[in-house]
Every structure is written in structure tokens, then in C-alpha cells.
């Protein structure tokens, strides 16, 4: 199932099921029967049927949503190696951990956004009738030092168009991971039939405005006042990108 699709059912039993593994990320095969009101049999068939269509994938008893959307590719600079892949559920505490240590550092209050609705939730990859949102994570040593995130709308005057966000550890930044990171969703919304990403950035974070810029984004506008930051009303820069 690809993340541009949006899903549909056969039967309500099957929606049942997908809904309540997308909602909590991964969920153990003998727990989901038990939160189920079908028979052995019934579940067993149902589930099968979710395998089949891509919806659902099974791994050692685990199941997660069956949203597939890249590969893994390994970096090597001179002095740092580093992987980008798709994010995953096992991710979670990660992603929350790097995302509050880019915040902490600089404002990003999108960012900030997407940790609270992340703990919030509770699942790294969200796909429904209503929402789709994925991230791809660059690790180093199988730690998580970055992401980037792209929030695609099912609503359908909408899927033209995705938010992106990015952010690197500190002690990691100079290496290009930033700007790898951001070259694979835009490439990735690109192949997707998407026109344009987005980002909105308070006008004093100077740093992911100038990185934005350097990537060939553009001001789309400027909303004043937007936000209240240290007690101070600040701009907000509303950047996108053409694709």
C-alpha cells in the first residue's frame, strides 16, 4: 500500500482491524484478537485478507500497517557514517528525543507540534481516510540524529500539496545529513505526484531559514504576529518549494 492511497474496505471487520493497528502503531496479533468481537476462524480470515491487499504487514507475531515508501541508503563521509531509511514504530523514542534536542536549541514550533502530536498518538506512521504522515530518520550507529516528516492530507483539493519538516542532533550537524534528509522527502513527494512542500518557521530562527533558502525555497509569506515567543509577538515565514 502506498501512502498516496487511501484506504478502503471490504468489510467492516477489515476496517476494524486496520484502524486499530494504524492507530497504535504496532500491535501484537494475540492482543488484536482479543479486541476484536470475531471468532478464531473469522480473524484469522479477515487478517489474511489485510496480508494479501498490503494493508497490514505480520513480523514475528507483530503487526504494523503495511505503508511502504523507500529504501535504505547508507552515507560515508570522511569522517561520519550514517544511514536514511523510512521511519519506523521502534523509532518512537528517538525521533521524540531528537526532535526535543533540535527544539531546545532553536524555535521551530512545527516541530515542537509534531512531538506533542506524536506522544499524543503514540505511532510514528499515521495512514487513514484523514491523514497520512511518514518520516524518513538518519542513524548513526542505529541511533536516530535526525528526520524529516512530510504530513500528506487525504482530503482530496489538498493532495497536491505536503508540510516537510527536518531537524539534526547539534553534535552531528556539518556532515550533510540535514540536506540529504531533505533532499529524500521532497524527492520522494516529487515521484508521489506531489506539486509543492511546505514549511512554516518563526522569523528568528535565522539558521533553518538560511538552510531552507540555500535548498532553493522560497517566502511565500509572512503571517504577523503569529506567534508569542519569550513573551514577544514574532513573525512566521511561511517557505515552500515548487516540485
Known amino acids: 500500500m502506498g501512502a498516496t492511497e487511501r484506504p478502503t474496505f471490504t468489510s467492516d471487520a477489515n476496517r476494524r482491524l486496520y484502524e486499530y493497528v494504524e492507530r497504535n502503531g504496532t500491535v501484537k496479533r494475540h492482543k488484536l484478537l482479543d479486541v476484536v468481537s470475531l471468532s478464531s476462524e473469522e480473524f484469522r480470515s479477515h487478517l489474511d485478507e489485510l496480508k494479501a491487499d498490503g494493508y497490514l504487514k505480520e513480523e514475528g507475531g507483530t503487526l504494523r500497517i503495511g505503508l511502504e515508501f523507500g529504501a535504505v541508503v547508507e552515507y560515508d563521509t570522511e569522517d561520519l557514517e550514517f544511514v536514511i531509511r523510512p521511519g ?113 518557521v518563526p522569523i528568528v530562527n535565522d539558521r533553518a531559514l538560511e538552510f531552507l533558502t540555500h535548498h532553493g525555497w522560497d517566502t511565500e509569506a509572512i503571517r504577523r504576529d503569529h506567534y508569542e515567543i519569550d513573551g514577544e509577538h514574532v513573525d512566521e515565514v511561511m517557505m515552500a518549494r515548487e516540485l
Open 88 to 200: 519506523r514504530q521502534s523509532d518512537f523514542d528517538g525521533l521524540i528525543e531528537t526532535i526535543r534536542d533540535v527544539t531546545s536549541a532553536e524555535t521551530y514550533v512545527v516541530a515542537e507540534s509534531i512531538a506533542e502530536e506524536l506522544l499524543y498518538e503514540n505511532a510514528v506512521t499515521r495512514h487513514n481516510t484523514v491523514k497520512s504522515r511518514m518520516f524518513f530518520v538518519a542513524t548513526v550507529d542505529g541511533e536516530v540524529v535526525g528526520w524529516t516528516h512530510l504530513d500528506l492530507p487525504q482530503v482530496e483539493r489538498m493532495q497536491g500539496t505536503a508540510q516537510q519538516t527536518v531537524g539534526v542532533r547539534e553534535a552531528v550537524r556539518g556532515h550533510g545529513i540535514g540536506s540529504k534528509l531533505l533532499q529524500r522527502g521532497i524527492e520522494w513527494a516529487e515521484a508521489n505526484g506531489y506539486r509543492k512542500v511546505y514549511n512554516s
